[in-house]
Nanobody
Framework: VQLQASGGGLVQAGGSLTLSCQAS????????IGWLRQAPGKDRELVSC????????NYADSVKGRFTISGDDAKTTVSLQMNSLKPEDTAVYYC?????????WGQGTLVTVSS
């Protein structure tokens, strides 16, 4: 099982990026998929998550209204559309797939927002 996170990069404040988390070896049917981030010197924090069983989504207060999480019909990819990016969004972003009995992690993808 692998989760491949991609889409990070350098963007100016106010810009947009879309991150993708693609699974191989599983489908996301019974999983909650989360995007987390870790900025230098800070703890990892949950940014957003989506339940692939019922589509429920959640967002950190800091990104509400700016970020949108979504999943594809094949249930192998979850995307995080990030708009109106701020310098404080700069971090390494990770995706994970959670089920009651297991968690899988993808590698991080770096997002850098310049002011």
């Amino acid at each position: 099982v692998q989760l491949q996170a991609s889409g990070g990069g350098l963007v100016q404040a106010g810009g947009s990026l879309t991150l993708s988390c693609q699974a191989s070896g599983i489908t996301f049917d019974d999983y909650a998929i989360g995007w987390l981030r870790q900025a230098p010197g800070k703890d990892r924090e949950l940014v957003s998550c989506i339940s692939r069983s019922d589509g429920t989504t959640n967002y950190a207060d800091s990104v509400k209204g700016r970020f949108t999480i979504s999943g594809d019909d094949a249930k192998t990819t979850v995307s995080l559309q990030m708009n109106s990016l701020k310098p404080e969004d700069t971090a390494v972003y990770y995706c994970n797939a959670n089920r009651y009995d297991r968690v899988y992690w993808g590698q991080g993808t770096l997002v850098t927002v310049s002011s």
